[in-house]
C-alpha cells in the first residue's frame, strides 16, 4: 500500500492554506500531524480548536499545561508513539517538566518519586489507567485521583489523555514522519493560548463557512 503524502505549506491552496494559517497561530508552526490531518480540511478545523483548547492554557482549560503535558506524556509512553512523545517532552519542558521528572513519568515507580507532587502523580497514575482502560476494573483509583482534582478537572484530565491516545494512534497508523528538531522545539513557543485568537478563530470559521460542504462518497 502507497503511503499518505502530506501536503506541504507552500502547495497548499483553498481550505488548506486557510488551516495553515490558522495552526501556525493556535500551534506556533504547522507540525506534519495537520500536513496530513489537510487532506480533510473540514475535520482537522473543527479539531484545531479542541486540539489548542485542551492541551494549552488561555483558551478556556482550567489545568495548567504542566499537568497536562504529564498527562499527555504518560500516555504518549504507554503507547510507545514516538511522534507524540517527542513534541510533548519539548512542551513539557517549556511548561516546567525537567528531564528527571520525565525520566520518573516514564518508569513504573512514579507514585514513590519525590520529584512529583501528591497532584502531580495523581495525573500520570490517571493517564496510565485511562490509557490502559483499566479504571472499570478499579474504580478505587478514581477516588484517589479525586482526592487532587475537582469534577471539572477529572473531566479535562481525561479529555486529554484520550485525545492522545487517539493521536498516538492517528500518529502511528499514518506513518505520520518525525518533524525536525527545530520544528519540535518551536512548540515552546506556543505554551500559552490567546483567548483573543480563539475567538477570532470561531469568527472567522463561522463567517466563512461555505455554502456546500463535502459528503460522503455515493459510490460508496
Not at 513519568?105 to 497532584?119: K, Q, T
Amino acid at each position: 500500500m502507497s503511503e499518505l503524502q502530506k501536503i506541504e505549506p507552500e502547495d497548499a491552496v483553498g481550505e488548506v492554506a486557510e488551516l495553515y494559517k490558522a495552526v501556525t497561530v493556535m500551534l506556533g508552526r504547522v507540525p506534519n500531524f495537520y500536513r496530513f490531518l489537510a487532506h480533510s480540511p473540514m475535520v482537522a478545523k473543527m479539531l484545531l480548536p479542541f486540539n489548542a483548547v485542551m492541551q494549552r492554557q488561555g483558551g478556556g482549560s482550567i489545568l495548567t499545561t504542566k499537568i497536562k503535558e504529564l498527562v499527555v506524556i504518560k500516555t504518549s509512553k504507554i503507547n510507545g508513539c514516538a511522534y507524540c512523545y517527542a513534541h510533548n517532552t519539548s512542551l513539557g519542558r517549556a511548561a516546567g517538566i525537567s528531564e528527571e521528572q520525565v525520566l520518573v513519568i516514564d518508569g513504573d515507580d512514579f507514585m514513590n518519586s519525590e520529584l512529583l507532587s501528591p497532584r502531580e502523580k495523581a495525573a500520570v497514575l490517571w493517564a496510565e489507567h485511562v490509557t490502559r482502560n483499566t479504571v472499570r476494573d478499579h474504580p478505587e483509583i478514581r477516588d484517589q485521583v479525586r482526592e487532587h482534582f475537582t469534577d471539572a478537572e477529572m473531566v479535562e484530565l481525561t479529555l486529554i489523555s484520550g485525545m492522545f491516545n487517539m493521536f498516538n494512534r492517528f500518529m502511528d497508523c499514518m506513518g505520520v514522519p518525525m518533524d525536525t528538531q527545530q520544528d519540535i522545539d518551536s512548540i515552546q513557543g506556543s505554551l500559552h493560548l490567546d483567548p483573543d485568537n480563539v475567538r477570532a478563530y470561531f469568527e472567522h470559521v463561522a463567517a466563512n463557512w461555505p455554502d456546500t460542504v463535502p459528503g460522503p462518497n455515493p459510490d460508496t
